[in-house]
């Protein structure tokens, strides 16, 4: 089945600096990546959907300049969060679909989990 | 505003027996809903979809039921297992609008024992 790849499931980071997490679809080409973050007994929330060679779409209330979104290719998105603060420590997770299928599931990736101290 | 909602927290079931989990919804432009299963620390596992234009389907130990006249969907699953043990999520997608736009319910932790 379609797999898709996430980088690092971990991180732990000071204050101020930045982060990059990728994500990677392994065996099917995807024009359309997904991230969401996920707090502490919350659903999950889609934070903004990441299109190949254009710009990313965001939801409301997300910082566009503080969550960079790179969509390179067909098979990788990045997320970058920017000047890290602890309230953004969460469970970051990618998605993407397959291109040959409109009704095809999404499939995520396994999460990346950031602190910040 | 939460959109596709999950009422019930935690569920326990005995081993053997079924587990039903509910989802309700809101937005009557949904049409394909689907259930993913998530373990600790890692990234939701599609489980079953269904499709509107159908009422029921199902996939080994794993049935939803979608009625639309009442928004609402259930999963059952028959029978449980020990390692159903996880959060199941609800989704659900309007096909006319951004592709691939998921609308998730807060999660329903199920708990099979012995």
């Known amino acids: 089945g379609a797999v898709v790849s996430q980088h690092p499931s971990w991180v732990i980071c000071k204050s101020g600096t930045s982060v990059k997490i990728e994500c990677r679809s392994l065996?099917?080409?995807?024009?359309?990546m997904f991230w969401y973050r996920q707090f502490p007994k919350q659903s999950l929330m889609l934070m903004a959907t990441?299109?190949?060679?254009?710009?990313?779409?965001?939801e409301q209330g997300v910082e566009k300049d503080k969550f960079l979104i790179n969509h390179a290719s067909l098979t990788l998105s990045t997320l970058t969060v920017t000047s890290a603060h602890p309230e953004d420590s969460s469970f970051y997770i990618c998605?993407?679909?397959?291109?040959?299928?409109?009704?095809?599931?999404?499939?995520f990736g396994n999460g990346t989990r950031l602190t910040v101290t | 505003d939460q959109q596709v909602k999950q009422n019930s927290p935690s569920l326990s079931v005995q081993e053997g027996r079924i587990s039903i989990l509910n989802c309700d919804y809101t937005?009557?432009?949904?049409?394909?809903f689907l259930w993913y299963k998530k373990y600790p620390a890692e990234g939701p596992t599609f489980l079953i979809s269904?499709?509107?234009?159908?009422d029921k389907n199902e996939d080994g130990r794993f049935t939803v039921f979608l009625n639309k006249s009442a928004k609402h969907l259930s999963l059952h699953i028959v029978p449980s297992q020990p390692g159903d043990s996880a959060v199941y999520f609800c989704a659900a997608a309007d096909r006319g609008s951004t592709l691939g736009r998921l609308y998730f319910g807060r999660g329903t932790q199920l708990t099979v024992w012995p």
């Open positions: 990441s299109n190949e060679g254009s710009k990313a779409t965001y």
């Open positions: 998605s993407a679909r397959d291109l040959g299928g409109y009704n095809s599931p999404l499939h």
């Open positions: 937005n009557s432009m949904f049409d394909y």
């Open positions: 269904i499709s509107s234009i159908k």
């Open positions: 065996d099917f080409q995807a024009t359309t």
